[in-house]
Nanobody, 120 residues
Framework: QVQLVESGGDLVQPGGSLRLSCAAS????????MGWYRQAPGKQRELVAR???????NYADSVKGRFTISRDNAKNTVYLQMSSLKPEDTAVYYC??????????????WGQGTQVTVSS
């Protein structure tokens, strides 16, 4: 059993910054890849950033140069540092974490979502 708890979403002005965090707890042996997705009103959920277990990263073109994904394996936590925020970044942000259990099982989990609103 694994729970993901997201935090950090807020209302900010254009050009502002936020840092989202997602902490996993429970019966975890190790964590594979982690990612952040977002879903804006009327749109499908899209991948924003992904970080593999070796630290390699991928970003959506729309956020390259502005967002940074990182992970703290000791804390089973993934972060998304967001800078130079734009109104089009407004969405509910969800973390996605692949969990490896001690018995060899694997399950991917979604966080509950955290609202990011960028508006003047």
């Amino acid at each position: 059993q694994v729970q993901l708890v997201e935090s950090g979403g807020d209302l900010v002005q254009p050009g502002g910054s936020l840092r989202l965090s997602c902490a996993a707890s429970g019966s975890i042996f190790s964590i594979d890849a982690m990612g952040w997705y977002r879903q804006a009103p009327g749109k499908q959920r899209e991948l924003v950033a992904r970080i593999a277990s070796d630290g390699s990263t991928n970003y959506a073109d729309s956020v390259k140069g502005r967002f940074t994904i990182s992970r703290d394996n000791a804390k089973n936590t993934v972060y998304l540092q967001m800078s130079s925020l734009k109104p089009e970044d407004t969405a509910v942000y969800y973390c996605h974490v692949g969990v490896i259990y001690s018995g060899g099982g694997y399950t991917a989990y979604w966080g509950q979502g955290t609202q990011v609103t960028v508006s003047s």
